[in-house]
């Protein structure tokens, strides 16, 4: 069984779905249905491909984590490489650690010899550059980049709000479960700036004896309530896997101030029930589904729950920070 994310994770579901089927291992499945995602150009919020921060470069969260063993992997801020998500099974692999952030993660993905690349292509290059020229002064432009960067970071935008970092939580035939993430984060972010991607208890969790959990959208909200470890401790403490995901939605309505708007919450148990809900979701945030005896994954709308009365801004929209309560 394999969940993922809505036209994100299309590209490496039938991939993650065949290598299930086959007998192959839910990391490694999911961390092959993941390379593509990756390497797809079109997915503007994943890999190469997707929005640059502040500085006009493309900084890359991943993480991987096997259930069984509860050891995980994870790399954040990761500049100049294709397959952050490879690079975080490798942290899991090789290193007694468990996250890899900034300089130290390049300089680890180099030692593996992990594959180098340019992320930025031409269509977030033009972004960025018209976003530069409106929105910074002539001032600033000329300082730059030794300028102040708080203020630009909480007016900048995010050209595709509403769209995803890609998640896969699966179930391999041995039971094994796991859980795998990859993402440019939020467009426009403050240079550094790490989401619930590579944070394990926030963007993802998994325990083969429980279940996993996963969730894209404001990471800064996930981080906050501990998402994807609360799901899978509900379920320990003997949650359904629907009471679970219930709770946490509980958990954000207590969120007061900062950055609020989507977040969508993806749950597995070890007996092949799932549910998914989008905190302030819009009809078109779907998830993907495959499991076992399916001849191809199909695509379901996940249940959409509204936590504040300004939910998330339309996906088409250039909202601004400061209009969601910053
Ligand atoms: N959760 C991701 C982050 O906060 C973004 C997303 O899923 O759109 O970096």
Partial sequence: ??????????????????????????????????????????????????????LGEVELDASVMDGTTLRTGAVGALKGFLHPVSIARQVLEKLPHELLAGEGARRFAAEIGAEAGDLLMPHARTAWQRWFENEVTEGERERW??????????????????????????QDKDDNIAAGTSTSGWGW?????????????????????????????????????????AVVLYMKMGMTVEEAVYE??????????????RVTI?????????????????????????????EAPVSCPAEIIAISEDPTPKPTAHRRYEQMGL
């Fill in 248 to 261: 946490a939605v509980t958990d954000m309505r207590a969120l007061k101030g900062g950055l609020i708007g």
């Fill in 189 to 229: 972010k403050y240079p550094g700036r790490l989401g619930d991607s590579p944070i394990i208890g926030a963007g993802s969790y998994a325990d083969t004896r429980y279940g996993a959990c996963a969730c894209t959208g404001v990471g800064e909200m996930s981080i906050r309530a501990g998402t994807a470890r």
């Fill in 145 to 170: 980049p030794e300028v102040p960067m708080t203020d630009l970071c909480r007016r900048a935008i995010d050209p595709e709000i509403g769209r995803d970092t890609t998640i896969f939580i699966g």
């Fill in 1 to 54: 069984m394999i969940i993922v994310t809505n036209n994100e994770g299309h590209a490496g579901i039938a991939t993650t779905a065949k290598l299930l089927a086959q007998g192959g291992t839910s990391l490694d499945a999911i961390e092959a249905g993941i390379r593509l995602v990756e390497a797809d150009e079109n997915v503007r919020t994943v890999g190469r491909g997707g929005w640059p921060n502040l």
């Fill in 266 to 294: 993806h749950a597995i148990d070890p007996a092949g029930r799932h549910k998914v809900v989008a905190v302030n979701g819009l009809p078109e945030n779907h998830y993907w589904i495959w499991q076992d005896g399916m």
